[in-house]
């Protein structure tokens, strides 16, 4: 499936979290500082709803991701 090209990957501080996940984006005005809402995990470590804060936006990560929304 080819890769959208208004996607963009953007790496999310969550509080209480280890790391720093990578999340896909099509709303181009998201940008560093801004708060986004994140989809629950499989394994439960994050529940729908969750906010965090935009520190990056761009990423080398190339897995697979979901999708955030702003806050």
């Known amino acids: 499936m080819p890769e959208?090209?208004?996607?963009?990957?953007i790496v999310v501080r969550i509080p209480g979290s280890p790391f720093n996940p990578t999340y896909e984006t099509d709303d181009a005005s998201i940008?560093?500082?801004?708060?986004v809402v994140i989809p629950g995990s499989a394994g439960g470590?994050?529940?729908?709803?969750?906010?965090?804060t935009v520190i990056a936006?761009?990423?080398?990560?190339?897995?697979?991701c979901k999708r955030v929304t702003r806050a």
């Open 4 to 9: 959208d090209a208004a996607i963009r990957r």
């Open 31 to 35: 940008g560093v500082g801004d708060t």
């Open 45 to 52: 470590f994050y529940e729908d709803g969750e906010t965090g």
């Open 57 to 64: 936006v761009g990423s080398d990560y190339a897995g697979p």
